[in-house]
């Protein structure tokens, strides 16, 4: 195979369409949100074939890059001196490249650089927002969004705590020729950052997960008892920081709630009044408690190696209660200066939750079941915040097999209903029985299917119990 003059990295993953194999990919698995698509089917004899698996996925050991770009790869640590997968590992969202650890790394602080679905979300909010300036990405993780800030921001600052985030920030700003707009912060945002100046923007999308103060977590996640002590901390200092006549605060945050919005909000109403910023805060994403107490359990495991998956996932669901909340949020928030205070919340979450009554509806429509799962076909593309982290592709397909399942439960009901919690862990009993911790993830498909069937006619969904 005869390589192509590399010049920089950036401009031979721009020639290979690196960026558009990756969004290729995601649309073809059908996972709108999905930071690490699967590799679809290339050519064995081509640069960008060979470049997409060592800095993507790195599935296939028989399928390196040419060795005469293997120094080059090499120098910025995504492969190391074979040609074989290096330190990082590199995706793409909307053109933006983005690296992070290679899982399984062993090196001290592995794991600490995360890119999850919330980490799109947030990239598409802050172009949305369309922000220019001085801008400042707090917690910058993977530098995606820091480069996202840098399309439009003429000078850019990534802060993290963790020193393996700035480096990643560092190199993913190098993938994106962004290098000359973006700087990388090592250090204690909330205790020795002070910007020269004020500035025009502030976006952060911070560590959120509600942990218990007796397990060990990744610093990347933990948000404090009730997930949302950094997210406090930011709004505290976030006037100081922004320019009173042009300032622009954008952030991504999960938050536990009820059905008049997340926890956080007060706290966002306080700050919109003291900085007369006009704020709007849209929850496009909702779950149960027990679904994010799975997923903080599933990543607090290696954390805590004296415990057993049991004895984690009892202390995070124990945790979890005292806070008495239904509802687990996933938000956005842009808040502008030369505002009035006014805070708007819009809830774009399914109506129908896992603690309503379902009861089976009487003369449902002609093919109602074939309604519902059409429905239910299209909104499973785009699944809350950290569900392909706890769940899988079976996990989707189950409530669609188990269908006729779903609907005798509810026939066998009657009148006085099933919840949809109890719904599904009667219907899937030996999933849970099988493994408790991602088998949480059927309470997300089996609420979704429920608001299906409703919206079909199938079913009826009375106030929670």
């Not at 933006?96 to 794991?111: E, H, I, S």
């Not at 079941?369 to 189950?398: H, K, M, N």
Request: proline share 7%.
């Amino acid at each position: 195979m005869t390589a192509p003059d590399p010049g920089t990295v950036t401009d031979l993953l721009r020639r290979t369409a690196f960026a558009d194999r990756v969004e290729h990919a995601r649309r073809r698995s059908e996972l709108p949100w999905e930071p690490w698509p699967p590799a679809a089917a290339a050519p064995s004899h081509d640069t960008g074939a060979a470049l997409w698996n060592v800095l993507h996925l790195g599935l296939r050991p028989d399928h390196r890059p040419d060795p005469a770009l293997v120094p080059r790869l090499a120098a910025l640590g995504l492969t190391d001196g074979t040609g074989a997968p290096g330190r990082w590992e590199v995706t793409a969202f909307r053109g933006l490249l983005a690296a992070r650890d290679r899982p399984g790394a062993a090196r001290a602080g592995a794991g600490d650089v995360y890119i999850g679905e919330d980490s799109l979300r947030f990239v598409d909010t802050i172009l949305r927002a369309r922000p220019t300036g001085r801008a400042l990405d707090v917690g910058c993780g993977s530098g995606i969004t820091t480069c996202a800030l840098a399309l439009g921001c003429a000078e850019v600052t990534g802060a993290d705590l963790q020193r393996s985030c700035v480096e990643a920030t560092t190199l993913s700003a190098v993938l994106n020729g962004l290098d000359d707009r973006v700087r990388a912060w090592h250090g204690d945002f909330f205790r020795d950052y002070t910007p020269d100046a004020p500035l025009n923007c502030v976006v952060a999308n911070l560590p959120y997960v509600p942990v218990p103060p007796a397990l060990r977590y990744s610093p990347a996640g933990d948000g404090g008892p009730d997930g949302l002590d950094l997210n406090r901390r930011l709004l505290r200092r976030a006037a100081d920081l922004l320019d009173p006549r042009d300032g622009l605060l954008v952030t991504r945050f999960q938050s536990l709630g009820d059905a008049s919005g997340p926890l956080l909000l007060p706290d966002i109403e306080a700050f919109a009044k003291e900085a007369g910023h006009d704020v709007t805060v849209v929850a496009d994403g909702r779950t149960v408690p027990e679904v994010r107490a799975a997923l903080t359990a599933l990543h607090a495991l290696r954390h805590n190696p004296g415990l057993t998956a049991g004895d984690v996932l009892a202390a995070v669901d124990a945790h979890m209660r005292r806070f008495e909340q239904p509802h687990y949020f996933a938000c956005g928030m842009i808040s502008r200066s030369g505002g009035t205070g006014v805070v708007t919340f819009t809830d774009l979450s399914g109506a129908l939750t896992l603690d309503d009554t379902l009861t089976a509806a009487r003369d449902a429509p002609d093919d109602a079941s074939g309604a519902a799962l059409q429905l239910y076909r299209g909104r499973a593309l785009d699944l809350p915040d950290g569900f392909w982290e706890l769940g899988t592709a079976d996990d989707v397909a189950a409530p669609e097999r188990r269908l006729p399942a779903l609907l005798g439960t509810l026939a066998e009901a009657g009148a006085d209903g099933v919840t949809g919690r109890d719904l599904a862990a009667e219907v899937f009993a030996d999933r849970f029985t099988a493994d408790p911790i991602r088998a949480r993830a059927l309470f997300v498909t089996t609420e979704l299917m429920a608001g299906c069937l409703a919206d079909a006619g199938l079913v009826e969904g009375g106030a929670a119990r």
